[in-house]
Structure formats: structure tokens, C-alpha cells
């Protein structure tokens, strides 16, 4: 059979196109109630609900932060949740022609007979959920497959099981209107150098569309949200033109051009060097069919969150931080990015050993 | 059933700073240089030839030109001299290629001849190499290295493509010879199914034949012909096609092929022959280009359709309606039947028709050469070349 062309296709090819505009990316803002804890408790905040949503207030209120985004990915509890005067968030963003999105998977766990390597849950009742979103406002979805480089990973069993989990979960929001992010993470960790992480990369991207075709799944309505290449994290780093050079090279052998837009995780790298990666990428000198943006989330809040404190006499210098990061990433979309929004903190490695969301 | 508004190329790949093929942007001064040596994930999929590989592919798949296919066996051949009333044999086979590769000029429309195995040892009537004679027009020789096609034990009268056994010191042999590139043609027939046993084995078949020739140096062209044969409608060569491809790409990668250095010759998605709903040529390239921009990765530099069956105006015809717009591969043709059949029937055998043949040829090549620039326009073709060269069951 061909690719399904059902209800939505018209609306999902145009809010993935829309996602993937040059100059705009996505805030990945969608962490769960416990990961959140641990950036609260990293300034120490209280993990309570009046706290999560002053965080997310904070960001989606920035002044002209969000003309640098075209989508937001929420967790559940932030999808349903207001300003303090009442304002429900996914107004904000609609009122600001960013795109409400939200993950739908419901985290990791291990795969019996492997070295700790993992499989995605979340399928159950994932369509009627996907409906209920859908009314709520979102647009897009997204949902997190980890592979981890190994001396045996990973195996040909993770990579089936994660990319046959990720076309099935794009299928099924396409049935109920959701734009999926397809994220089949490569973890960093390890010592590895970089042409094993481009290799490892290249083979789970081809596993990944291979699955996409077969499950019938309309490119032209998804969006990737792959890891860069690089060297693993007990490995010496290389500049952003190596990263860049590997990193494209692995989406053109992979990623067919029906596929609008690739906006990259940020995985632990500092937020100066996500950026730099980005721009260093779009400076490359070759044919890219799809446009190369990000979806970071730690890449983006990092230092606006120390700023931040949990102070609200803090909240504008917060959102200061927050948009020269956005602003920052969103030239490095264009290749445009000339540096200089590297203060001490845009240079902290976020980087946690075996990070669990 | 996909709706045609789905089908219209996407406007993202319309920005006018496009150049067809080639670089996106203008130079800036920190940019980072990744033609025409090898990228450098190219470990993952190495072999010595890397840089050599992505370098011919590329000048194949140059602006304006294509491949003349040339690679009839000695069988198929005889078929083409028996139409024009000679006989089958060597003399008259090397008659017949000296008039193609000598035509004056050819090189400016064509990148690349496919040669069948008789041909890459030949001289040409003047005795020359025939390979030396196409490397002087800035042609580069090609040598199809499959045994043909044989029917597939398990399947439903499907057929697959044999020739992996000893392929390696064959292709480097080809590759001494002068051979740069090799072309293998496997089928796909949708009237028996096709059946995903006749599926897989197209698929892993030109895999392993890919992963050879680049050990041994030589281009890959990957051709899963999807028979033009049947009366199914386009939208069912369309799914078919979709699913060959994706099974073809998934095998050339799990046998570490390096996508720079491989060109594609596929069938564009037409209904079937016998199919009374014809096609349009915008129909034509619109569902070809989805399914191009759906299935291949832009690492491919080139895709080389064939044209099957197709009349000799119709092959370019479809061609240009694909090149109206800029495309991330170079798209272009490898004709055998509608480059050279008006030529083979002005020549009839007669060494006083060698000019006019030759003449017939260059229009063709030309007539192809603007299709592959989407510049086209159809003007003062003649009737022979409408004439289809559709033949139901067609053996090579």
C-alpha cells in the first residue's frame, strides 16, 4: 500500500512545513514531572505545580522570544495549565503562530537480554489520547527512542524494536491529526570516537525510514529529531565543521527530501556548542533538501533556569537569557550565527552521564 | 487513493537560489568545502575507489547530459539488426556500435554508454578502441555485468537477475579494461504480484552487486525495472514502486554501499500498457518526483530513467515535465530504444546512412540533453519518433 493519505493529510503537511520554517525551531519544554524536579532542585526550587508553571510562564511569556520558535513541546500537566491571570498557555502560543506540541510516550525501559539497552512505552489507548490532545490544541507530538553505542550495541534487536515503535507511534497520530517528531536518539556516552557514532547513526536512521515506509507513514507530515554526530563523551571533542561534515553526510545518505525539516536534540551538549553546531551545519556547503533546525531543551533554558532562581525579581533578567539563546539559535538556522551570546553559563556542558528524562 | 494536490513538489524545493544538483547557497568565507572529494563518513562505508567513485558518478550525472544504453546482448541485438533486415553477427554488430560511439560531437549530450561485454573488448570498424573512442568524446564506459534474468523457484512466475558468482574478478577486469561504471537490471513484474519473496530478492540481488562493484571500482547504476507491462492503474505502480525502493535503499545500506558513488536507473510511475487510463506528462512527473522525493536520499547524485517501452518523443517528454523545477538529484536518462531506434532504422545496414544515422542520433541526444535542463519544446519532431516501442512481454 501507499503512504496513508487520510483526514489530516492536508493540515499535516502544511503545520510540518510550518514547523520547519528557516529561522525558526522548536522549544523542548515538554519535561516530565519528575526530570523537571531535578532542574528545580539543581536551583533549588520545590518540584509543586505553582512552581512548574511559573518556570513555563516565564518562557512562553519572553517579550519576542517566540518569533524565534515555530513549536513548543509540552509535557501533559503544562498542556492544560494557565498564566497566572488565567491565560491558558497554548492561547499564548497560538497568538504567537507557535505551534503547541506534546509528548506522547510514556518513557523507557530496559529490554530483557540485552546490555541495558531500551524500548519506548506508551501505545495504549495512544490514538484516543492522541484525539484528546488534538482538541486540547496541540498539533504535533513526540516521542523519545534511545540507542546507546556499545561494544555489542546496539544490537539489531533495539534498533528493530525502537524504529518499528517509532513508525507505529507516527502512524497513529497521523490518524488523529498530530505532526510526529520521529527521535531516535543515539546517546553519547561513551569513548568511542566520531565515525563510530556517524556509522551507528547511519544504520538506526535507515532502520528508522525503512520502518516509516513500511507502516505507511506520509513523510511529507513528520518531522526528525536526530542527535548530531559526534564523538562520544570520553572522547576528545572536535570542532563544529567536523560535527557539521558528519552529521550531514549521515542525513543525506538517510533522510529522503520528502521530510520538510530535521530539528536536532541537544543531548547534554553546552548551549554555545549546540548552537555553534547548528550554525556550523547550515554554513555547509552542500545540497540540503530539508531545513536544519533545533528542538533543544536543556540547550535552551539552561542558563534563563539559573538566572531564573525561582526569583520573580529575577523573571526579566530570566527572559533576557532565555531569548539570546533563541535569538542566537535562530540565526544559526540561517547559518548566520556570529557567536558573542556565550556568557559562562551558554558554555556549561550539560552533559549527565547514562541521563535518564 | 493519493490525492494529486499531495503529489505537486513541494514548494520548499522551490527558492530560487537552487541550482539543480548542486550548492544551495553562495560561497561564504567559512564555508567548509565537501565536493568532489569523498565525505568523511565515508569509513563507515569504505572501499580504495571512494574518491575515484564519487567523482564519475558525478560527472554523469552532469547538467545536460545522460546515459546512452548500449548494452544489448548478442541476442537482443540480433532482434534490433533483424528489424532493419541484417544478420546477426559480429561484423554487423561492430558496424552498428562504431556509428554510435563515432558520432560527432555525442559527448556534449551524453555522460556515459553502457557497453555489453563483446563491446568493451571491440575496435570500431577503423580499428580503435571502442572504450578509447568514447574516453576521447568525454564519454565514460560502462559495462552491463548481470547474466540475465531466470525464473525464481517459490515465486509466481516471477523472474530474478543472476550474476553475483564471480562478479569481483570480472569487475575488476571490466575496470581494467576502461569500464567505469556497471549497470545490472533485475525486474519487477506487478501483473504476478509482485510477491515480496520477487521483492527481496530484486532488492538484495542489486545490493550485493552494488557492494562489489565499488570494491572493484566501478559505479553502480542500481536498475529495478518495474515492468511496464499490466493493465493497473498509476496509482498502483506508484505504491509498487514505493515499496521496491524502500526495500532496495534498506539492503544497499545494511551492505555498507556509499550512496555518493551509485546512480539509479528506475522506471518513472506510468499506468500500465494495457491500461486505458493514460497519463498525462505532468501526471507522469508529479507522481515520479513524490516518489523520488519520498524514497531517495540527496546523498544520490544521479537518477537515470530508463524509458521501458515508452515512444522516443514520450521518454523525453516525460523527462522535461520532471525538470521544471530544481531537484536535490540530478534527473536525467539512460535510453537505449528511444535514443536509438530512429537512428538504427535511417541507417538500415548502409554505410552511405552513417551520416544521416548519426544525425538521427544527435537529435534524440540532444532532444534529452533539454529535457534534462527542462528546457524542452517538442518542436519539429517527427512522426517515427512518436511511434511507441511497446512490446507486451518483452525479453532483452
Redo the contacts between chains.
Sequence with gaps: ???F?GKY??EL?KNA?YI?TPGKGILAADESTGTIGKRLSSINVENIESNRQALRELLFTSPNALSCLSGVILFEETLYQKTSDGKPFVEILEENNVIPGIKVDKGTVEIAGTNGETTTQGFDSLGARCQQYYKAGARFAKWRAVLKIGPNEPSELAIQQNAQGLARYAIICQENGLVPIVEPEVLTDGPHDI?KC??VT??VL??V??AL??HHVL??GTLLKPNM?TPGSDSPKVAP??I???TV??L???????V?GIVFLSGGQSEEEATQNLD?MN?????????LSFSFGRALQQSTLKTWAGKKANVGKAQEAFLSRCKANSEATL?KYSGGSAGGLASESLFVEGYKY | ???A??LKT?P??DKSE?VK?????Q??T??????PVA??????RASSYADELVKTAKAIASPGRGILAMDESNATCGKRLASIGLENTEANRQAYRTLLVSAPGLGQYISGAILFEETLYQTTIDGKKMVDVLVEQNIVPGIKVDKGLVPLAGSNNESWCQGLDGLAPRSAAYYQQGARFAKWRTVVSIPNGPTELAVKEAAWGLARYAAISQDNGLVPIVEPEILLDGDHGI?RT??VA??VW?EV??YL??NNVM??GILLKPSMVTPGAECKDRATPQQVADYTL?L????????VPGIMFLSGGQSEVEATLNLNAMNQAPN?WHVSFSYARALQNTCLKKWGGRPENVKDAQEALLIRAKANSLAQLGKYTGEGESEEAKQGMFVKGYVY
Design positions: 500500500m501507499s503512504a493519505v493529510a492536508e503537511i512545513k520547519a565515525k556517524a556509522a547511519e544504520t535507515a532502520a525510514y525503512k515506509n513500511d513523510l511529507e554526530v565543521e567536523v557539521a561534515q558528519y553526510t549521515a543525506r545518505r538517510t533522510v529522503p527530501p520528502a520538510p556550523a554554513k555547509l556547503e552542500v545540497l540540503k533538501p530539508w531545513t547559518g | 487513493m493519493a490525492s494536490s499531495l513541494s520548499v524545493l537552487w544538483g548542486h550548492t544551495l547557497r560561497p561564504s567559512s564555508v567548509v568545502r565537501c565536493h565525505p568523511p563518513g565515508l569509513t563507515v496509482d506508484f505504491e514505493k515499496k524502500a535503499f534498506f545500506a545494511q550512496f555518493e513524490s523520488l522525493r519520498q524514497r531517495i536520499p540527496p546523498a536535490p
